[in-house]
């Protein structure tokens, strides 16, 4: 997909597109949506182009000036930007020159680092180049482990880092300046100076006799100074009137983490209920902060608290991560809210959000062993739905408990290989149609949703697993959905199904699944149809599929569909006597179920 995609359904551009061919040719594969239809067509302008060997045209350095945190890990002393021209010929740079001048003790310098993040003007720590330990006084060079290819034109960035030692002394300065981007010398300009600055670090408790804070918000307003160590407040027992929330702490990283948990290690003998205030989401009038609100701090972890908000109304969310939350852990927690068993909004009870510009996702997430009770959607998590922007990644829902979410029980989109395993999810309260026990959109990759176990009493139509927005696996590492187990006892209608497959699904496995449907109608596997796509290398095996309905275990709309999906070894029961229903019943029959 070419451009740069303002939503689902526009993308506009690009602009200057070159061919990287040798003979000049240039494909272009138009691929219209379902509001294609209000389009008229699509055009481009092409031109002549003579081809210019790529070349760094200018090296332009923003220097980072906020202090760095003592033991502090990849502070961003420098930012690079090589402005690249050209569109042919692409050459390597091996290293980075830079000099530790200025510093008030280079000893306060554990290592230099330099970080590649392409074309991304914000700082990652994905793609290491190369590091120096305990540089010296002066110049140093950073020899790259592998040479960094540059075969495009525009702005690559590089990221000039510093570890910075943890007996640094407070008040100390760290200071870089880049010399040489591999053999071309940079522009003599100011350096970067930081002033080593201390921190937090180690156990705190909050409440109690022997509080280190009274209150929540005053260990708060401590952790906004930042840390040099991982740190972790235990909260005392009783209950706490107070909103959750805060911004970026500097210091936070892989090594100093930041966790919440309850002192006695008993989730239900701490919980807190909010100060009932509310607070706008960050550039959104629409939408109010959750009580709990984490932005842009990584790892993350609040454990085995309560979390159970007074004043609801407050809140469109009770616990929200929100922009670059990356490693943010949620564990042996209790979240609740009324349940909302009718009308199509309410209160979140998780809600993961991100900012639809790129490297804004909340990757490697983990929701596990938690109980989850009540709400609209008890889990809403995933990254930016932008096609343009790389997609979220790493996501684990594992052990969880969760019961009378209005909506969806568990909620991603969109993500790369996201792992939902052994989760209950239990729904008798909705008064309104569509729920969905997992509802997982635009998954990609090996994911895998296993070991779940899905239960709707209500008697409303409802969903167990749904496979939708073009999720799919690759040939030789399919998305696979076993072992679980869905019971759907009120079936009301045929819109009431076990498992459903959306159009231009493909590479699924879906094995060793056990679906039961009880009430006057609905189906245990369906495929819904469309035009924006056909179903492939779909394999349907060993599954359990019984219908107690005046319906068939088995519904394809239409031959195109079925064709797609490949059965083995399945055991199907239905009272009405008719296995599949629909066309292609003669090939169906013949199939080894």
Not at 135 to 147: L, S, V, Y
Not at 377 to 401: C, D, F, P
Not at 426 to 451: E, H, P
Request: include cysteine.
């Amino acid at each position: 997909i070419l451009g740069t995609v303002t939503g689902y359904s526009t993308t506009n551009g690009p602009e200057n597109l070159v061919s990287k061919a040798e003979d000049g040719s240039l494909t272009i594969d138009f691929a219209a949506n379902s509001t294609a239809s209000t389009l008229d067509g699509w055009e481009m302008e092409v031109s002549l182009h003579e081809k210019t060997p790529f070349a760094i045209d200018e090296v332009e350095i923003d220097n980072t000036v906020a202090p760095a945190m003592r033991n502090g890990h990849d502070a961003v002393m420098q930012q690079l930007a090589l402005v690249v021209s050209g569109d042919k010929e692409p050459f390597t740079i091996s290293g980075l020159t830079f000099s530790t001048e200025g510093t008030t003790a280079t000893a306060d310098i554990a290592a230099a680092k330099v970080y590649y993040t392409g074309h991304t003007a914000l700082f990652g720590n994905d793609r290491l180049l190369g590091s120096v330990s305990a540089p010296a006084d002066g110049e140093n060079t950073i020899t790259f482990d592998t040479p960094l290819t540059i075969a495009d034109n525009g702005n690559h960035y590089l990221w000039l880092c510093y570890d910075v030692a943890p007996d640094a002394g407070a008040g100390n300065t760290v200071t870089a300046r880049v010399l040489a981007v591999g053999n071309r010398a940079t522009a003599a300009g100011e350096a970067a100076t930081r002033t080593v600055k201390a921190g937090l670090s180690g156990e705190y408790i909050i409440g109690g006799d022997n509080a280190d804070y009274a209150t929540i918000e005053a260990a708060l307003t401590a952790l906004a100074e930042g840390v040099e160590g991982a740190v972790t407040f235990k909260i005392a027992d009783g209950t706490y009137s107070e909103n959750l929330r805060f911004g970026t702490v500097p210091g936070v990283d892989a090594v100093n983490t930041l966790t919440f948990t309850s002192l006695s290690g008993n989730r239900d003998r701490v919980t807190i209920t909010g100060s009932g205030q509310s607070e706008n989401v960050p550039g959104s009038t629409a939408y109010y902060k959750g009580m709990v609100f984490v932005e842009n701090t990584p790892y993350v972890t609040l454990e085995s608290l309560t979390f159970a908000p007074d004043k609801e109304s407050a809140y469109n969310y009770v616990v929200q991560g929100y922009d670059r939350c990356h490693h943010f852990t949620l564990r042996d927690c209790h979240v609740k809210a009324t349940p909302v068993t009718s009308g199509y909004s309410g209160i979140n009870l998780v809600q993961m959000t991100v900012i639809n510009e790129e490297g804004h996702n909340n990757d490697f997430v983990t929701i596990e062993n938690n109980q989850l009770d009540g709400g609209y959607i008890a889990l809403n998590v995933g990254g930016t739905a932008y096609l343009s922007l790389s997609m979220e990644r790493g996501l684990v829902v594992r052990g969880n408990t969760i019961s009378e979410a209005g909506s969806k029980g568990i909620y991603v989109n969109p993500e790369i290989e996201p792992v939902i395993e052994n989760n209950t999810i239990y729904q008798s309260q909705a008064k309104r149609t569509g729920y969905w026990g997992i509802d997982a959109n635009r998954c990609r990759g090996a994911f895998v949703i296993a070991g779940n176990k899905i239960t709707s009493e209500t008697e409303y139509y409802s969903g167990g697993i749904n496979l939708r927005g073009d999720a799919y696996g690759y040939a030789d590492a399919p998305g696979r959905v076993y072992n679980n187990a869905i019971a759907i006892t009120k079936a009301p209608s045929t819109s009431a199904v076990g498992i459903q497959l959306e159009p231009s699904t493909h590479n699924v496995v879906i094995a060793h699944n056990s679906v039961n449907i009880e009430g006057s109608a609905g189906y245990a596997f369906y495929t819904s149809n469309s035009a924006s796509g056909a179903y492939a290398d779909i394999t349907l095996q060993n599954n359990l599929m019984r219908n107690a309905t005046t319906n068939s275990p088995v519904m394809f709309v239409g031959d195109l569909w079925f064709s797609g999906v490949t059965f083995t070894n399945n055991d199907f029961y239905a009272a009405s006597g008719n296995v599949k229903a629909d066309t292609g019943l003669d090939a169906f029959n013949a199939l080894d179920n």
